[in-house]
C-alpha cells in the first residue's frame, strides 16, 4: 500500500480504482438506442431499469453538470405516498414500496430510513380532507391513519400544540413515510446501470434536439467547446426544473410555469424529531436528518423564475413558522440554504409519457413531488421506451390531458402548500 | 428586500405585492374552440427572457402591469394597465385623464390566473 501511494504519487496519472462505483469517462459514441438526456434521479434509473429489465444497454445518459447534481441533489428527501387521488396514491406507492429495497439491490447504501410522516390539521376542513386521504390510501395499500392530538403529543412530544393560535386539531399520520440520501438513490442507480453498460457522460449538455418529419433523430451536444451530434433511435428528456426550455428544442411547448423553491438546514443536533413533520396552514415541514441537522421547506417561492437565488422574505416567513411549531429551534443557526427549480404543472401531478415528436418521451412537470418518485418513474419510463406502450400507471399523467380538460387534481403534493 | 416599483404608490417591498400571472388576452368567448381554451388557461410563457406579468398592490387593491425577467429577476418597466394598447386600444389614445382610472371590469377579464 505506501508504494503504491508512492508510485501514484509520482505517476502523471491519476488512478481510477479497478472497483470504483463508476467506470472512467469514456468518448461518446455517433449513435446510441437511446439516449436519455439529463443525469439526475430519474434519468439515471431510467437507465438502470431499461438495462436491467428490458436488455437495453446501448444507453447514453447526457448531464451537463454532474450526476445528479440538479434537483435530484436540492430537495428535501421525502418519500411518501399519502396523496389524494387514486391515480397519485396508486403511483407514489409503487415508488415508496421500490424504495424499500434499493440499497440492497444497489450493494450500496442509500441510507433509507422509515420514519413516518405526520401531516398536521389545525382546522376542522383539514381534518375533514384528511379523513379522505386516509381512506384513499388504505384503499391502495397504503399505511395511512388520522390520529388525535394525544397520539401527536406521543410521536412527537417536542411539538408546540397550540402554535401561533391555531391549535393542533389531529394528524395525517403516514406510516411508510421516509427518507433516504438523495444522492445516493442517484450514485446507486448510476452504479447500477454502468455496471450493465449503460454510458454516463457528465459535463456534456444538450443543446439542441434534431426532429425529422415529426421523428426525433438525435441531438446536438456540447462537452466543452467541443460539439457532438449524437444520432438515437429514442431520446428521453428528464431535466426537471428546465423542461420547458429543452421541449422547447424539440420543438413544443409544455403546460409548466418554474418556480424556484427555497430550503435550509440548521447545525447538528442531538435526535429528539423521528418522523417527518409538516403543516399545510403553516406552509412548513421540518424533519431531523440522520446527521442529527434539522431541514427547513416549504412552499415554492410566491412568482415565476429560473434563478437559484435566495430572499431573506422566505426564509422569515418559513422559518417563523417553523419556531411556531418547535419555538426551542429558535436559537439554531442555519448551516445551509439551498434553491432548487420547480417545473410546476396546474394540477400539481407530473407530465409523463408520449410528446408531440415521435420517439420522444417526457418525464417532466416534476414540481416538488420529483425525488419520491425516482425509482417508480425509472421503471414505467423503462418499459415505455422498450415497449413503446404508455404504462398504466403512468397514463394518466400524459400531456394531452391538459387540452382535453381531464387533469389529475392531486392537491396532496407538496405537503407545504396547500 | 426586493423592491418592486409600483406605478400608484412608488417603490415598495415586493412582499406587499402578489404575482398575477401572464398577461394575456382572452380567446373570443363565442367561437373560440376548446383548444384555444386549454392553450390559453395552461400553456403560460415559461422561457427566460422578458415576461409580461399581472402584479397586485394588497395594501392599495391596484392591479398594474410589470415586465420582468425571468432569470436576472430585473423589473424592467411597470405600468398601468391603461397605457397598454394590446389591452386597452381606445383609452391608450386620448384621454389621458381617464386612461389613469381603467373601468374595474376592463381590468378583471383580463386577469385569468
Known amino acids: 500500500m505506501p508504494f503504491g501511494l508512492l508510485k501514484y504519487g509520482l505517476s502523471n496519472n491519476y488512478p481510477f480504482e479497478k472497483d470504483a462505483d463508476l467506470p472512467p469517462p469514456t468518448a461518446l459514441k455517433k449513435r446510441y438506442d437511446v439516449v436519455i438526456i439529463g443525469g439526475g434521479g430519474h434519468g439515471v434509473a431510467t437507465a438502470y431499469y431499461l438495462a436491467k429489465y428490458h436488455g437495453i444497454t446501448n444507453v447514453a445518459i447526457l448531464e451537463k453538470g454532474y450526476l445528479g447534481g440538479g434537483n435530484t441533489a436540492r430537495n428535501t428527501a421525502v418519500i411518501r405516498s399519502n396523496y389524494l387521488t387514486s391515480d397519485g396514491v396508486k403511483f407514489y406507492a409503487e ?3 421500490l424504495f424499500r429495497d434499493l440499497s440492497n439491490e444497489f450493494d450500496f447504501n442509500i441510507m433509507y430510513s422509515k420514519r413516518g410522516q405526520l401531516t398536521l390539521a389545525h382546522t376542522d376542513a383539514a381534518i375533514r380532507g384528511f379523513r379522505q386521504r386516509t381512506e384513499v390510501n388504505k384503499h391502495f395499500g397504503g399505511k395511512t391513519e ?4 394525544q397520539q401527536i403529543r406521543e410521536l412527537v412530544p417536542t411539538l408546540n400544540m397550540n402554535p401561533g393560535h391555531q391549535p393542533v386539531l389531529g394528524g395525517l399520520w403516514h406510516i411508510d413515510g421516509a427518507t433516504a440520501r438523495h444522492d445516493a438513490v442517484a450514485w446507486g442507480y448510476a452504479k447500477g446501470a454502468t455496471q450493465r453498460g449503460v454510458e454516463l457522460h457528465q459535463l456534456t449538455e444538450v443543446t439542441d434536439v434534431i426532429v425529422e418529419n415529426g421523428k426525433v433523430k438525435g441531438v446536438k451536444a456540447k462537452q466543452g467547446s467541443a460539439e457532438h451530434t449524437i444520432e438515437c433511435g429514442i431520446a428521453v428528456q428528464a431535466v426537471a426544473g428546465h423542461s420547458s426550455l429543452l421541449a422547447e428544442k424539440a420543438g413544443f411547448r409544455l403546460p409548466i410555469v418554474t418556480y424556484p423553491l427555497q430550503a435550509m438546514v440548521t447545525q447538528p443536533v442531538k435526535p429528539f424529531l423521528d418522523p ?7 406552509h412548513c415541514y421540518v424533519q431531523q436528518t440522520g446527521r442529527g441537522e434539522l431541514v427547513f421547506g416549504g412552499g415554492s417561492d410566491p412568482y415565476p423564475l429560473y434563478n437559484s437565488r435566495s430572499t431573506l422574505e422566505l426564509k422569515e416567513q ?3 413558522h417553523a419556531v411556531e411549531l418547535f419555538p426551542f429551534v429558535a436559537n439554531l443557526k442555519l448551516m445551509r440554504q439551498w434553491t432548487g427549480l420547480t417545473d410546476m404543472t396546474s394540477d400539481y401531478s407530473p407530465i409523463m409519457g408520449l410528446s408531440p415528436v415521435e420517439n420522444y418521451y417526457l418525464d417532466a412537470g416534476w414540481g416538488t413531488w420529483g425525488f419520491k418518485s425516482t425509482p417508480i418513474c425509472g ?5 415505455l421506451v422498450a415497449t413503446g406502450k404508455v404504462p398504466e400507471l403512468i397514463k394518466p399523467f400524459g400531456a394531452d390531458r391538459f387540452s382535453e380538460f381531464r387533469q389529475v387534481n392531486e392537491m396532496g403534493a407538496t405537503a407545504a402548500s396547500h | 428586500m426586493k423592491i418592486m416599483p409600483c406605478p400608484l404608490n412608488g417603490p415598495r417591498n415586493i412582499s406587499e405585492f402578489v404575482y398575477g400571472g401572464e398577461v394575456t388576452s382572452l380567446p373570443d368567448v363565442e367561437t373560440a374552440p376548446d383548444k384555444e381554451w386549454a392553450e390559453h388557461t395552461f400553456y403560460a410563457y415559461n422561457g427566460t427572457g422578458v415576461a409580461k406579468e399581472w402584479w397586485y398592490h394588497v395594501a392599495s387593491g391596484y392591479w398594474f402591469i410589470a415586465e420582468r425577467h425571468r432569470v436576472t429577476d430585473q423589473i424592467l418597466r411597470t405600468y398601468d394597465p ?9 383609452a391608450a ?12 371590469e376592463a381590468v378583471k377579464e383580463e386577469i385569468t390566473e
Do not use: G, H
Open chain 2, 82 to 90: 391603461s397605457e397598454d394598447r394590446t389591452l386597452f386600444p381606445a
Open chain 1, 276 to 282: 417527518l413533520v409538516s403543516s399545510p396552514a403553516f
Open chain 1, 318 to 320: 418559513l422559518l417563523a
Open chain 2, 93 to 104: 389614445t386620448t384621454d389621458a385623464a381617464a386612461a389613469t382610472q381603467p373601468s374595474a
Open chain 1, 146 to 149: 388520522l390520529i388525535d392530538p
Open chain 1, 95 to 97: 415508488s415508496v414500496k
Open chain 1, 379 to 383: 421503471k414505467t419510463m423503462a418499459e
